[in-house]
């Protein structure tokens, strides 16, 4: 079946250091990828999206590139700030249309 | 556009009492998902509609959950006889479809947070 698995969190960085959480995902055919992000108390934000191989998705300094050879979508930012802890999401999109989700990975960022 | 809206925000039930929860989607969004997190998960898919039609229910739904979405619009949830494993945050989506038919990016509410005691 489908799944998302993401790296364990929490993951601890001092500001303006390089982020990467990893995001690998098993499904039958090319389904679109997506991060989401939950900042403490809000509701689920799309971040970024692509929907094919190759794809880059970008959106407020993070990047994912859809690697099918990896079947990977790992989310990079080059430089983080206290502003972005949060939870970040990886999720596919199967046939139906729904969404199959990881686990979350906890974002900390120390002034 | 306000956004897809949860009702209540916070809900504490006693077990054995029976729970309903409201979601409105953004207007004209065909799709309406529900889904369901717990402490320290993903959400998990429990069920969709297309307009009024419901489409697809996840084996998680057990048979003391009902949705409902009458005239394509808003849409309830509601749990008949609560467990405390029924405690968790209860998410709304909802998306519109292309041209083609196929389901854009998916816009979630803020969702609604049950305790069970």
Do not use: A
């Given at each position: 079946g489908n799944s998302v698995t993401q790296m364990e969190g929490p993951v601890t960085l001092s500001e303006e250091a390089f982020l990467t959480i990893n995001c690998t995902y098993t499904a039958t055919g090319y389904p679109s990828l997506f991060w989401y992000v939950q900042y403490p108390g809000e509701g689920l934000q799309l971040l970024l999206k692509a929907t094919k191989a190759d794809d880059k998705g970008s959106n407020k300094g993070f990047e994912a590139t859809y690697r099918k050879e990896t079947t990977s979508f790992h989310l990079e930012k080059g430089s983080v700030q206290v502003s972005d802890s949060a939870v970040y999401f990886c999720a596919l999109m199967d046939s139906s249309y729904k969404l199959i989700f990881g686990s979350g990975t906890r974002l900390l960022v120390r002034p | 556009d306000t956004g897809v809206s949860q009702n209540p925000r916070h809900k504490i039930t006693k077990r054995g009492q029976n729970v309903t929860f409201r979601c409105d989607p953004i207007?004209?969004?065909?799709r309406l998902y529900w889904y369901r997190q717990t402490l320290g998960q993903g959400p998990e898919f429990l069920t969709y509609f297309q307009n009024e039609a419901q489409l697809e229910k996840s084996?998680?739904?057990?048979?003391?959950f009902s949705a409902e979405r009458p005239k394509g619009s808003f849409s309830t949830l509601e749990i008949q006889r609560?467990?405390?494993?029924?405690?968790a945050m209860y998410l709304c989506a909802s998306s519109s479809l292309t041209t083609s038919g196929r389901p854009y990016e998916q816009y979630f509410g803020p969702g609604t947070r049950l305790t069970v005691t």
């Open positions: - | 207007s004209e969004h065909n084996r998680l739904l057990s048979d003391r609560t467990e405390q494993g029924d405690s």
